[in-house]
């Protein structure tokens, strides 16, 4: 087994350090947040003081963070960059979701230190990493691909190879894009048939059995007591987060903008979820969407 070092404990990075030390890893972490650190400790990883005291010895470098600047940051530009720390040969796999350039841009400053550097965004939200079902998108070359896969496969169920570096991003971004519309138009649609008078369980259902089924139908609907397990169900606490969503959305765009690619549908979601962040909601999950209807109804 590998000593993997892991920063960012978020809702993303907590889950995932635990079936990194479920597979017999040891597992090397650091968070800003010490509390972070205290609970994967917990659970029997490694705490560490500092970034460059979690890649000691490490292998394998995993990283899940919340914006491009911080990985930008954090390997190459920060007053201590992690690349100095690192033996040549070292793979770093980059999980956070962020800028395509940003990503290749890193991925050209890990060939100069002589180490191997790919993006590895995931699908599947809170609880497919606390499962170990995500997904992971791969930008890199081939042998970096398969480098990263049998470690990526003990925190998901499917390793994709999108391209080269940046390429796992790009897909990222098309993904979040497209979750974007399904949530914001599942949300219209119930909420539609509830103010008419139908059970939003019953509603579902239909749906799911008709050409109007989807991902968010499936596992993560956004009416409260539909679906047990999910944020809506739990105070639209954990999972996904508005903000998070809304950077996203942001990626998206820009990618549309240096494209020359019409995204109406996008921008329209992007629209939705920038309302709702800014009425107060940037915490609660994606799926509160529904909670925008609702009080617009209201006049709220």
């Avoid at 890193?106 to 230190?113: D, L, R, S």
């Avoid at 993006?119 to 497919?128: R, T």
């Avoid at 993560?220 to 969503?245: C, I, T």
């Avoid at 809304?246 to 109406?264: F, H, I, Q, T, Y």
Wanted: proline share 4%; hydrophobic share 45%.
């Amino acid at each position: 087994m590998a000593t993997i070092a892991f920063i960012g404990l978020g809702n993303m990075g907590s889950p995932m350090v635990v079936n990194l030390l479920k597979a017999g890893h040891r597992v090397q972490v650091y968070d800003l947040q010490p509390e972070a650190v205290r609970r994967a400790a917990g659970q029997g990883a490694t705490p560490a003081a500092s970034a460059a005291e979690a890649v000691q010895q490490a292998e394998l470098v995993i990283t899940m963070l919340q914006s491009g600047t911080q990985v930008d940051s954090l390997y190459v530009s920060g007053p201590d960059p992690l690349f100095d720390h690192l033996a040549a040969g070292t793979l770093v796999i980059d999980c956070s979701t962020i800028d395509a350039a940003t990503a290749r841009a890193t991925a050209a400053q890990a060939m100069t230190h002589g180490l191997e550097f790919i993006d590895a965004p995931v699908s599947g939200g809170v609880a497919g990493a606390e499962a170990g079902t995500l997904t992971f998108i791969v930008g890199g070359s081939e042998t970096q691909f398969a480098e990263a896969k049998p470690v990526l496969q003990q925190m998901g169920k499917q390793v994709l190879h999108a391209g080269e570096h940046g390429a796992g991003q790009v897909a990222k971004a098309c993904n979040n894009m497209l979750l974007a519309v399904q949530m914001a138009g599942t949300c219209e649609a119930l909420n539609m048939g509830i103010n008419n008078g139908l059970d939003p369980k019953v509603l579902s259902e239909i749906i799911k059995q008709s050409s109007g089924n989807n991902w968010v139908l499936q596992l993560y609907n956004p009416v409260p007591g539909v679906m047990d397990k999910v944020p809506a169900s739990r105070g639209y606490r954990g999972g996904f987060q508005v903000k998070l969503m809304c950077k996203d959305l942001n990626l998206a765009m820009e990618l549309s903008r240096d494209s020359g690619s019409p995204v109406p549908m996008g921008s329209a979601a992007r629209a939705l979820f920038n309302l709702h962040q800014v009425a107060g909601c940037d915490e609660l999950d994606f799926s509160s969407l529904l909670t925008l209807f609702q009080s617009s109804e209201r006049g709220e």
